[in-house]
């Protein structure tokens, strides 16, 4: 955690950072009486001294003496720039002079001073190059800009720029070839350069954060665990808890698994990263987001009577995701507009001011109706008991299922188990039936016949006289007249009916007529009577095994039976468990949730239209600087927000004129905020916006263009040293709270938790779900994501067939522009026409400023209808696009660097991410690819799924054949749906 001394310290680096940014201001209106920023008289140099008039001097000094008696000496910066170039905007009393410095030099502490007659040495003083002038003005590339030296003395940064040595400061003015199209004059003049527009806001706020900070820490509500600007500086998202309900859903489309997780999360926590990778319903999730305070907000109502300010604040540095967001929330089935536009004093009077007295024309004009009113309330309470119905029933349906699943179980076993007795019983019977096979039939055999013979065989035996008879039984047996002759004889009689009886079987029986045949049918009758019934049982053992497996199959056949209907009842469950399907599978009763709380709100609103009027009418003037209305939203802010927000839910505002919509710095004003594009934002802007706030979410992708910096290289490391070690704070701190630490510390950098190390990118819940582009484009920019993006974009072909073209061109540099990229771009843009594209539906861009406005010049001669934001550079299109993108990259030789574009695939994977459905780059295929790095990687790509063009017959109005075909295969390490 930082330590207060610190987060101080900080706090003034961010606003000398704006101090610096302000002096490099690229365009300065020159203002009157109060607000005049440009003093051209009285202003001359004297080789490298600067002469003012005292007439001059001295009511600037005034204005100093003034301020510095309040406390607010650092209102006062004024600046010394040369020479006057500048143009004319308007006519008459709406004429404006806009002047464009080449640098700044800071001479604000002149006026600390008395007056010198003999002037001021300007090579003492702290100056900053103004690159963007530079660039436009004197066509230096932007590496070069980048790599300007200011801290050898302002006579290096101009030979340097020049290309030139100047003996004085009023030879640089005398000599300097001055830009065509423009007003100039060969003098100097000064600049107060603290009054720009853009960061006058901003900085107000910063500076009364940083007096909170040095006079009253204790009473900074907002630096608490539990509050965004507090988790913004020093904590780190919690992953987000999956069995977490949300209520309501916008109407346009469900959110999806990861857009879900966003939701679930603000459930629990007070501050949400968001990473949106191009294409992946970032902004539908800010719709959702929109929708879940209105729910609370008439759930609360209902359930308590109380209401409190619900208010959900959509910001961003882009305007162009403003008006995007703006454009979403505009859907039919609400009774009225959600937002209230906010911005600049252009917008407040154009928009804001005018929707207000909309709004309490029509609060004044419409009757509140009892009726109509408990009818949406009923409407909404019934819609919400279906739902909690849903919530309740679940926990017996679950409860329900486990015990189908465990019954499932149990009768799997116990199949199972039959199973395996059916199987060993099936073996069993298999083996009795290879034994019976293997043995002679008996099913016919007399047993019974046989034996009775056994029985009158073992008689005969016993009745044969024996040698070891006694005397005594051999007289008996002579004088009986005993012989073996009568005993077979006899033998024969008695045996014969059963003879008889087996002669008509199998298993005749021969009657034995002396001893030997005698003992022989013993032994025989005995055998076969035991193979017999050895053959009996085994055959009883068989039916019974037979019987035994006929019940088992009985049994399994039940079992299944009950099993399928078990299993039916399973799978008529859903097969994910609540908390992974509610928000889709009840999603109309969540939209409908919305739609009745919106409109319930509405009614209230009206119920309460008194105190509701008061309200916005206070809002109103306050918006319009009245002072009494300013001290009322002072003293009841939450109040005043509570009741604008029953009728407008949402404020959209740039981050920059946040202090425009709510005047003063107080904690908890805004219920929600919802930040776009925090990629592209500064640190420092998001705060103030975060100390207003109870929750907030904060989108980005750290894969897009990085924020603008228009201070050299040389600058950054200057203000790294005296804003940062010079003041105690370490290296670390800078990399985790500079504005200029852009691939370390951006806004989506500190919400997500970054540590500031290189490629730390926090902690953010990452949306991986593309909807935009086809695979053949978005592929190119998977590999810049966690586990690379879920593509649901079916196939979809260009006009032309492919979806990637790569048109060669030799190039060259004329005038720091590239003639032959920007003929190739009208080459392409009539290619396209002619193929049933329309002017609208094309993006063009470029990495360098100069070859941008080189083709927006060309571009806007030949077609009065491309629109002036349609043609810029990359950084320009953050948030757009197109259904064809044309990219020039402007560089083309051996000798060229292209480390502009290849540092990072930040630059390259936006540009390539706002095509829709065509990407086409022109420019020398040749060197981009023997560039290495992002350059080498687009060339190859569309060189295996698109078209290579290698002259100018190939890309031609009159057709066009492709060198190389296109593939048929799909992208590699690319998720894609069917």
Request: proline share 5%; net charge negative; glycine share 6%.
């Amino acid at each position: 955690m930082l330590e207060l001394p610190k987060l101080i310290q900080i706090v003034k680096a961010w606003l000398e950072y704006i101090r610096l940014e302000e002096m490099t201001s690229a365009e300065v209106e020159k203002g009157r009486g109060n607000y005049q920023k440009v003093f051209d008289s009285g202003v001359r140099l004297a080789n490298n001294k600067l002469l003012l008039d005292s007439s001059l001097f001295e009511p600037l000094q005034q204005q100093y003496l003034s301020l510095k008696q309040r406390g607010q000496e650092r209102e006062f910066q004024i600046a010394v720039a040369g020479p006057q170039i500048y143009w004319v905007q308007g006519k008459g009393k709406e004429q404006k002079l806009k002047y464009l410095p080449l640098f700044t030099i800071d001479i604000s502490d002149i006026f600390q001073g008395n007056y010198r007659q003999l002037g001021w040495d300007l090579t003492e003083f702290e100056f900053q190059p103004v690159m963007m002038n530079l660039m436009r003005l004197y066509k230096l590339e932007e590496e070069q800009a980048e790599s300007l030296i200011i801290t050898e003395g302002i006579f290096r940064f101009l030979e340097d720029t020049f290309k030139k040595k100047f003996s004085t400061l009023q030879a640089f003015i005398n000599q300097i070839d001055l830009p065509d199209n423009y007003k100039t004059t060969r003098s100097v003049y000064l600049v107060r350069y603290n009054f720009v527009p853009y960061n006058a806001q901003l900085k107000q706020d910063l500076r009364e954060i940083l007096q909170q900070l040095q006079q009253n820490p204790c009473q900074s509500n907002w630096l608490r665990k539990e509050r965004p600007a507090f988790q913004y500086l020093y904590d780190f998202p919690p992953p987000p808890r999956h069995d977490v309900m949300f209520w309501g859903a916008f109407p346009t489309h469900p959110p999806d698994e990861a857009q879900a997780k966003v939701l679930k999360h603000v459930q629990e926590n007070c501050l949400t990263a968001l990473w949106g990778a191009p294409g992946t319903g970032k902004t539908e999730t800010g719709e959702h987001l929109v929708a879940l305070p209105v729910v609370q907000r008439a759930r609360q109502i209902l359930r308590t009577g109380k209401d409190e300010n619900h208010l959900i604040v959509f910001a961003s540095t882009n305007n162009s995701a403003i008006h995007k967001f703006q454009t979403r929330l505009d859907v039919e089935g609400l009774p009225t507009q959600l937002y209230l536009s906010g911005g600049n004093q252009n917008i407040i009077r154009l928009q804001t001011l005018p929707q207000l007295l909309k709004k309490i024309g029509e609060l004044r004009t419409t009757k509140f109706d009892p009726h109509a009113y408990e009818q949406a309330k009923l409407a909404f309470i019934e819609t919400e008991r279906e739902l909690q119905h849903l919530i309740d029933t679940e926990p017996s349906n679950q409860h329900q299922r486990a015990i189908e699943t465990q019954n499932l179980e149990q009768l799997e076993a116990e199949i199972q188990t039959l199973n395996d007795e059916i199987a060993a019983t099936t073996q069993k019977l298999q083996t009795l039936q290879q034994q019976l096979s293997n043995q002679p039939d008996y099913s016919h055999f007399p047993l019974d016949d046989y034996q009775q013979i056994q029985v009158l065989l073992e008689e005969t035996w016993q009745s044969l006289p024996r040698d070891d008879d006694s005397r005594f039984q051999r007289f008996l047996d002579w004088l009986g007249g005993v012989t073996d002759e009568g005993i077979f004889e006899a033998l024969g009689q008695s045996i014969n009916i059963f003879v008889l009886r087996t002669l008509a079987t199998p298993f005749p029986f021969q009657p034995p007529s002396n001893r030997a045949q005698l003992l022989e049918a013993r032994k025989q009758v005995s055998q076969q009577i035991q193979l017999v019934q050895e053959w009996n049982d085994l055959n009883q053992f068989l039916k019974q095994t037979e019987y035994r497996l006929n019940q088992l199959e009985r049994s399994v056949a039940a079992l299944t039976t009950d099993r399928e209907q078990i299993q039916a009842k399973l799978d008529s469950y859903p097969t994910e468990d609540f908390y992974s399907r509610f928000y889709r599978d009840d999603r109309g009763s969540q939209v409908q949730l919305f739609q009745r709380a919106f409109t319930f709100l509405q009614l209230e609103a009206l119920r309460r239209s008194d105190e509701v009027i008061r309200a916005l009418e206070t809002y109103g003037s306050a918006l319009s600087s009245d002072g009494d209305a300013l001290l009322k939203l002072e003293n009841d802010g939450q109040t005043i927000y509570r009741d604008l927000s029953l009728v407008f839910p949402v404020i959209t505002t740039s981050l920059h004129s946040l202090r425009n919509m709510f005047p003063h710095l107080q904690p908890n004003l805004i219920k929600l905020a919802l930040v776009d594009e925090a990629g592209t934002t500064l640190v420092h802007q998001l705060f103030p916006l975060l100390v207003r706030s109870q929750q907030a979410v904060v989108a980005g992708d750290p894969q897009q263009i990085e924020p603008i910096i228009n201070l050299c290289d040389d600058a950054i490391r200057q203000y790294r040293l005296s804003a940062f070690l010079d003041q105690g704070l370490s290296d670390k701190d800078y990399y985790r709270y500079a504005p200029t630490a852009k691939y370390t510390a951006t806004a989506y950098h500190r919400a997500a938790g970054a540590t500031g190390q290189e490629g730390d990118l926090g902690t953010g819940i990452v949306l991986r779900n593309h909807y935009r582009s086809p695979a053949a484009i978005i592929s190119f920019c998977s590999p810049n994501y966690p586990d690379g993006l879920i593509i649901h974009t079916p196939d979809k072909p260009s006009k032309l067939g492919t979806n990637l073209i790569a048109y060669h061109v030799e190039g060259s540099h004329i005038e720091q522009a590239n003639p032959a990229e920007i003929d190739g771009i009208v080459a392409a843009i009539e290619f396209l026409l002619q193929h049933g594209y329309s002017i609208p539906h094309l993006g063009v861009m470029s990495p360098y400023l100069s070859q941008a406005n080189a083709l927006k010049a060309r571009l806007r001669g030949i077609w009065r209808d491309f629109n002036h934001d349609d043609i810029g550079t990359v950084h320009k299109y953050v948030g757009g696009q197109k259904k064809a993108i044309l990219f020039s990259p402007y560089q083309c030789l051996a000798d060229h660097s292209f480390w502009f574009i290849n540092r990072k695939p930040n630059l390259l994977n936006t540009a390539v991410s706002r095509a829709e459905e065509l990407f086409v780059v022109v420019g020398n295929l040749q060197e981009l690819e023997k560039a290495g790095g992002e350059t080498a990687r687009l060339i190859q790509h569309i060189r295996t799924w698109g078209k290579i063009y290698l002259t100018p017959s190939e890309f031609s109005v009159n057709g066009f054949r492709a060198s190389a075909p296109t593939s048929n295969r799909k992208p590699k390490n690319v998720k894609q749906l069917p």
